[in-house]
C-alpha cells in the first residue's frame, strides 16, 4: 500500500525533514545513506518472511495488518525526529512494504485471468507511476503552505482511511470466491 503518490509526497519532503543542520532531525547527508540502507534490509527481511507470515495469518490479514502498520509507521519522523527511531522505522517500512507487494502481486497473479494479466499489470503500473509526480508535486505544496509534518500526517491519514476502505472489500471470503471464479489453482496458502 506504499503508493507511488503517497509515497512519492513523502520522500519529497522526508529528506528536508531528516538531513542538514536546518532539518528537524539534523542528520548529515552520509546518514542519509544509512537509513536507505535500512530501509532496503527491511525490504529484504520483509520479503523473506511474507509467506510465512501469509501462512500463519492468512494473505488478507497479513496484508492489511501489514499496510496500517506502514501507514502509521509514517507518523514517526514527527512524533519521534530522533536518528535512530527513524532509521528502525526505515527498516519497518521496508519491511511492510515487501510484504504488502509480495502479497498483492501474488494475489493479482493468481485472481486475474492469464490473457488479461499483461493489461492489468501494465494499467496498474501506469496509474501507480503516473501519478507519482503529482504526489510529489503535493507533497511538496502542503511542506511549502502547512509545514513538513503536515506532509507526514496527510499522508499517514490518507493510508489509515485506504486500509480502512479496503479492508471493507477485501476479505479472506472474497479472494476465495474469486479464486474459485478464476481459471487458476487455488492458493497453496489460505486467504
Known amino acids: 500500500m506504499f503508493s507511488p503518490i503517497r509515497a512519492a509526497s513523502w520522500v519529497a519532503v522526508f529528506v528536508l525533514w ?20 535500512a530501509l532496503a534490509a527491511g525490504a529484504v ?24 502498520v506502514n501507514s502509521l509507521l509514517l507518523l514517526v519522523p514527527v512524533l519521534i525526529p530522533t536518528p535512530v527511531a527513524i532509521g528502525v522505522t526505515a527498516a519497518f517500512l521496508g519491511a511492510t512494504n515487501a510484504v504488502s507487494n509480495v502479497i498483492l502481486v501474488s494475489l493479482r497473479q493468481r485472481l486475474i485471468p492469464e490473457d488479461l494479466l499483461g493489461r492489468v499489470n501494465a494499467s496498474y503500473r501506469l496509474i501507480g507511476m503516473g501519478t ?20 507526514f500526517c496527510a499522508a499517514s491519514a490518507v493510508c489509515v482511511i485506504a ?6 472489500v477485501v476479505s479472506a471470503r472474497s479472494v ?16
Open 18 to 37: 531528516v538531513v542538514g543542520d536546518g532539518s528537524r532531525v539534523g542528520l548529515p547527508a552520509a546518514g542519509y545513506g544509512i537509513l536507505t540502507a
Open 132 to 151: 507519482t509526480p503529482l504526489g510529489a508535486a503535493a507533497g511538496g505544496l502542503l511542506g511549502t503552505y502547512a509545514g513538513l509534518p503536515a506532509v
Open 163 to 168: 486500509v480502512v476502505l479496503l479492508s471493507r
Open 45 to 68: 527481511t520483509g520479503s523473506l518472511l511474507a509467506g510465512w507470515l501469509a501462512r500463519r495469518a492468512g494473505q488478507v490479514r497479513t496484508l492489511l495488518i501489514a499496510d496500517l
Open 176 to 191: 476465495a470466491a474469486a479464486e474459485e471464479a478464476s481459471d487458476r489453482p487455488a492458493a497453496l496458502h489460505p486467504a
